[in-house]
């Protein structure tokens, strides 16, 4: 036995994420004398780092540089990469420049480590720039190097960047692969450049990809968000006849598509077909039918559909919950949608201040004032902090109520407990003081509006005008608008 082979131990221990049992191999290796070596810390290091704890992989190495072990560009390497995967990219950068300061060349493994994980954080620029000072040292950008640039550089939209690095990429010799030229293909499909997104596909099949699911889904998608259904239908279409099986983000993309058009028979044909292929409806596939029934003006098959999900074994999400709700408060159907709104609250949803706006907005437009008031009276016993949208609904209810005074506390209220007004609020309330021809009052808030740089909108804008038409109108009030 020697420390060659006891280092293969702890490393198979590491693998195993048995890292305490690695630590005892490396007591073990001191009672029997042998000598622990950089690369014994290096993998006990690695160990921590995948399992989260790279706090005590960084105290490992400080412990080991004390005791007199001289570590390398690997050990380094291992905490760089452990640090990016938690997220600490400033402290990576850190050691790359202690490295740095060893006179150590570091690898391209180790800077592209460092640029994929400034990437993820969008800082694609840093990321670029780290790129250029490594080339100006000489080490050559590899394929995960630009591969992780070009998908940072789409992520943010910056396309024509990201073919320029293409270009740069294949001059090099070093050829981009499916996934990499998918990212390109999705994001120009997502700003609905077809044409470009066409020619990168041309020059995937010229190189000798195949063009996958994703490659498909991605026009599909972006066809059915521009509700070019029978465009997404041929593609689909396509995909099946070369011999690529749909998966479930392209029935849902395409049920989406036909939702959005209003084509409800066309999407649950779609949601048959799909159950029949063998796929189950996920909780998102069920949400956009719910959606698309409900925009259809067809809530109580919506409804319908809502308490089938668990026939399929699917448990809505609170976003399935806010569309099911919204649609039916929408549709008059305030009984049915607080009947379920109940059922909810006593579930084990964590309903959010989103759901109880909906209700909210419900209670306020069927003109129940007093309901409405109780609920949005609960709401801090319920642990949810109200916010803008929240008292902006119950402002809004209460001035077309012409309970003016109700709503003006509710808005300084709001002020006072630290939820700021915004555009929004302020036009409902005008919108109500314009109504009871409360011309004063009008003139105090539109002041407040301009000093706080916010806009009348168009119903404010149209409620003016209406109002200045009538002999009723203010002399006062001409003035404040139209000045001398």
Same mark, same amino acid.
């Given at each position: 036995m ?43 290091g ?33 905490l ?23 006179n ?9 480590t ?23 040292? =000489?080490?050559? #950008?590899?394929? /995960? !190097?630009? *591969?992780? @640039?070009i998908? %940072? +550089? $789409?992520?943010?939209? &910056? ?39 066409k020619?990168?596909i ?13 490659t ?6 972006m ?17 099946v ?33 799909m159950v029949?292929? =063998?796929?189950? #409806?996920?909780? /998102? !596939?069920? *949400?956009? @039918?719910?959606? %698309? +029934? $409900?925009?259809?003006? &067809? ?13 399929y ?21 305030l009984?049915e ?50 916010n ?5 609904i ?23 407990? =630290?939820?700021? #007004?915004?555009?929004? !609020?302020?036009?409902v309330?005008?919108? %109500? +003081? ?7 009052r009008?003139?105090?808030y ?6 706080k ?32």
């Amino acid at each position: 036995m020697d420390t060659f082979i006891l280092n293969v131990v702890i490393n198979s221990l590491c693998h195993l994420k048995l890292v305490a049992f690695g630590f005892s191999v490396l007591g073990t290796m001191f009672k029997l004398g042998f000598e622990p070596s950089v690369v014994t810390f290096t993998i006990l290091g690695n160990g921590l780092c995948v399992k989260g704890d790279v706090g005590r992989a960084v105290e490992l190495v400080d412990r080991m540089e004390k005791m007199g072990y001289r570590s390398d560009v690997k050990t380094y390497g291992v905490l760089i990469n452990g640090l990016c995967k938690m997220g600490e990219i400033s402290e990576a950068v850190g050691w790359l420049r202690k490295i740095e300061e060893r006179n150590w060349k570091p690898n391209v493994v180790v800077y592209s480590t460092i640029m994929d994980g400034l990437c993820k954080d969008g800082l694609v620029s840093e990321a670029l720039g780290l790129c250029l000072e490594m080339s100006r040292k =000489g080490i050559r #950008p590899n394929f /995960v !190097t630009y *591969t992780c @640039l070009i998908q %940072g +550089l $789409c992520n943010f939209g &910056r396309w024509k960047e990201a073919g320029l690095l293409l270009d740069e990429m294949m001059k090099t010799g070093t050829m981009p692969d499916l996934q990499t030229l998918n990212i390109l293909v999705d994001v120009l499909c997502k700003e609905g450049k077809i044409m470009q997104a066409k020619s990168v596909i041309g020059f995937m099949i010229l190189t000798g990809e195949v063009p996958d699911v994703f490659t498909y889904n991605s026009l599909i998608d972006m066809y059915c968000l521009q509700n070019q259904m029978n465009e997404a239908t041929r593609v689909f279409e396509q995909m099946v006849s070369r011999g690529c099986l749909p998966d479930i983000v392209a029935y849902t993309s395409l049920i989406h598509g036909w939702c959005k058009i209003k084509n409800i028979n066309k999407a649950m044909q779609l949601l048959d077909e799909m159950v029949k292929a =063998g796929f189950t #409806p996920d909780v /998102v !596939t069920w *949400t956009t @039918l719910i959606g %698309g +029934l $409900c925009q259809a003006g &067809r809530p109580v098959a919506a409804k319908e559909l809502f308490l089938n999900m668990g026939k399929y074994g699917q448990v809505p999400n609170l976003q399935t919950c806010a569309v099911i709700l919204d649609g039916l408060c929408k549709g008059q159907l305030l009984s049915e949608a607080l009947s379920l709104f109940h059922a909810m609250e006593k579930s084990n949803l964590d309903l959010n201040i989103v759901i109880y706006s909906i209700i909210l907005d419900g209670m306020c437009g069927a003109g129940k004032l007093i309901d409405a008031w109780e609920l949005f009276s609960s709401l801090p016993s319920k642990g949810l902090q109200i916010n803008v949208y929240a008292y902006t609904i119950m402002i809004n209810g209460l001035s077309k109520q012409g309970l003016l005074d109700k709503a003006e506390y509710l808005l300084t209220n709001m002020e006072e407990n =630290g939820c700021m #007004p915004g555009s929004c !609020t302020y036009n409902v309330f005008v919108q %109500g +003081l314009l109504r009871k021809k409360e011309t004063a009052r009008s003139i105090k808030y539109l002041t407040m509006m301009r000093d706080k740089g916010f806009s009348v909108d168009a119903t404010t804008t149209e409620m003016i005008i209406n109002y200045l038409s009538t002999d009723e109108a203010d002399i006062g009030f001409r003035e404040f608008l139209f000045p001398k």
